[in-house]
């Protein structure tokens, strides 16, 4: 038995140790294509690696086209630790599958495919320390157009956009950009656009660890330049304010200048008041200064097109003092047997009101003539064009009958009848010897429609205050009397 354990044990130490496994698989694919390998790995950790290179009908070849992976070990800036030169087609002792493997060190790996054609077929591998944790990060990239621009905001003739990038990991590897429906290209120099219209430019990054940003894009619109302009603006100005009899602006002048320019557009307006030097205009002008004033002014376009000098004059006073004092009104009451004549003036123009008896009050426009019997009180106020009223003035008296027989043949009716229309109110005895309707006196001569009614409104409000009639009745024969033809 311990003989048997001996020979065990030398056994072992004869047996050679199975390789240890790489620390990762790195794999590359290939297919039809001739410019760019199917799959490639960006990134590595430096270490034992498998490398796995296949070109076959399952990653695509159906052509049964060769490529190789070539690591490079002479072009400066890469390592060239690694000599790896793997032919591979679908149809070889492999399969198109094949596996190496290697020692991968910190630092960046160039591979390519060595087969005459193919030689767009390349890329890069980064390989960190093996501590560090791995670039999953995309770049940042951004695009800026620059060029004139025209008050709209549209490029003049050519718009030239910058597109910038930049990553904190692995670096970038790569800048594209798309303009309007065109496929992706290597972003090398700022793109000049130059044709009328609409444009969208779209752009992306790539780092070396294969990250690749999110595509963003940049609208803008670029514009045929226009013909030169040579023609200046157009400028004028408008005055404001309070005038007197003889043109001058009472105590204050607003001047508001504008202008216009069919060109390149208006760039900016200038005024010189009296004499004083050409000051940018921001906003209308106001001018309180009493005296003479002259106004220049002019406008220069976006092109520098300046307008001849234009020039406004004008002159400010001072205000008057304003008119507080009232008006004095004057009441004349001319009263004959069966009628009075009340006559209102107002010592400065304006309007004049009056108000007789309890009525309201009413515009003044002429002579009032108060053919009611009895007591009645005129009242009456004046306002100036200031706006200031006088203090009222009232006159109080009587309007007696003309004597006997003032009604030889009164009206006896049971009614009030004004015009045809049957009031319905008692057409009572007003006690001295007339009734009514021998006051109300529709058949008079009244100057208009109007008249009429104010009379019929005199009388009936005698009436109420003699007590012959009630307010309601007095409504009902106004009103009746306001809808007839009378004095029209």
Same mark, same amino acid.
């Given at each position: ?7 065990? #044990?030398?056994?072992?130490? %004869? ?5 240890? *496994? @790489? ?21 590595? @950790? ?31 800036? =890469? $390592? ?7 032919? *591979?087609?679908?149809?070889? *002792? ?50 800026? @157009? ?18 910038? &990038? ?20 290597? =972003?090398? #120099?700022?793109?000049?656009?130059? &044709? ?6 779209? =752009? ?11 595509? !963003? ?19 004028? *100005? ?36 009296? !004499? ?18 002259? %106004? ?6 976006? #092109?520098? $097109? ?43 123009? !304006? ?7 309890? !009525? ?21 106020k004046a306002t100036d064009e200031a706006g200031n009223t006088s203090s009222e003035e009232s006159e109080t008296f009587t309007v007696v009958g003309s004597g006997t027989g003032e009604c030889p043949v009164p009206d006896t009716r049971a009614t009030v009848v004004i015009d045809g229309d049957d009031t319905g109110v008692p057409n009572a ?7 009514? $309707?021998?006051?109300? &006196? ?6 208009? +429609?109007?008249?009429?009614?104010? +009379? ?23 009103? #009746? @009397? ?7």
């Amino acid at each position: 038995m311990k003989r048997l354990l001996l020979i065990l #044990a030398a056994l072992m130490l %004869l047996t050679p140790a199975a390789p240890a *496994a @790489a620390a990762q698989t790195l794999t590359w694919t290939a297919g039809d294509s001739i410019t760019a390998y199917r799959s490639a790995p960006a990134q590595a @950790a430096a270490g034992q690696t498998t490398i796995v290179f296949e070109n076959s009908a399952a990653t695509g070849n159906t052509t049964g086209m060769p490529h190789t992976l070539t690591f490079d070990t002479s072009t400066e800036g =890469y $390592n060239h630790d690694v000599t790896l030169n793997i032919l *591979a087609n679908p149809f070889d *002792a492999e399969n198109g599958r094949h596996e190496a493997t290697v020692t991968l060190t910190p630092g960046r790996y160039r591979y390519f495919c060595s087969i005459p054609g193919h030689s767009s077929m390349v890329g890069e591998l980064v390989v960190t320390d093996g501590g560090s944790e791995p670039d999953t990060t995309p770049p940042t990239v951004a695009a800026q @157009a620059a060029g004139n621009r025209d008050g709209d905001g549209n490029y003049i003739g050519t718009a030239t956009v910058t597109v910038t &990038a930049s990553d904190s990991g692995s670096g970038v590897d790569t800048v594209e950009y798309a303009l309007d429906n065109a496929a992706f290209q290597a =972003y090398t #120099a700022p793109v000049a656009v130059t &044709a009328v219209g609409a444009h969208t430019l779209r =752009y992306r990054a790539t780092d070396k660890s294969g990250n690749v940003s999110t595509v !963003g894009s940049l609208a803008f619109t670029v514009v045929a330049p226009q013909q030169q302009d040579t023609t200046p603006p157009t400028v004028t *100005a408008q005055l404001a304010g309070d005038r007197d009899g003889d043109g001058n602006y009472v105590g204050t002048v607003t001047a508001t200048l504008t202008a216009t320019d069919a060109g390149s557009g208006v760039a900016r307006i200038e005024y010189s008041l009296d !004499g004083a030097a050409f000051t940018a205009y921001t906003q209308p002008l106001v001018i309180n200064t009493p005296g003479m004033h002259m %106004l220049h002014f002019r406008a220069t376009d976006n #092109a520098g $097109n300046t307008s001849a000098e234009q020039m406004s004059h004008f002159t400010v006073v001072e205000p008057e003092e304003p008119d507080t004092i009232p008006p004095t009104v004057t009441l004349d009451v001319d009263n004959q047997p069966g009628a009075a004549t009340v006559t209102v003036s107002s010592s400065e123009p !304006g309007t004049i009101q009056y108000q007789l008896d309890a !009525g309201a009050w009413t515009a003044y426009t002429a002579p009032l003539r108060i053919t009611g019997l009895g007591e009645h009180t005129v009242r009456a106020k004046a306002t100036d064009e200031a706006g200031n009223t006088s203090s009222e003035e009232s006159e109080t008296f009587t309007v007696v009958g003309s004597g006997t027989g003032e009604c030889p043949v009164p009206d006896t009716r049971a009614t009030v009848v004004i015009d045809g229309d049957d009031t319905g109110v008692p057409n009572a005895d007003t006690g001295n010897g007339c009734t009514v $309707n021998d006051l109300i &006196a529709e058949h008079g001569d009244y100057p208009d +429609h109007a008249a009429f009614v104010r +009379h019929v409104e005199t009388v009936t409000a005698a009436l109420v205050t003699g007590g012959t009639l009630t307010k309601r009745q007095q409504g009902t024969i106004v009103r #009746a @009397a306001a809808r007839s033809d009378i004095g029209s």
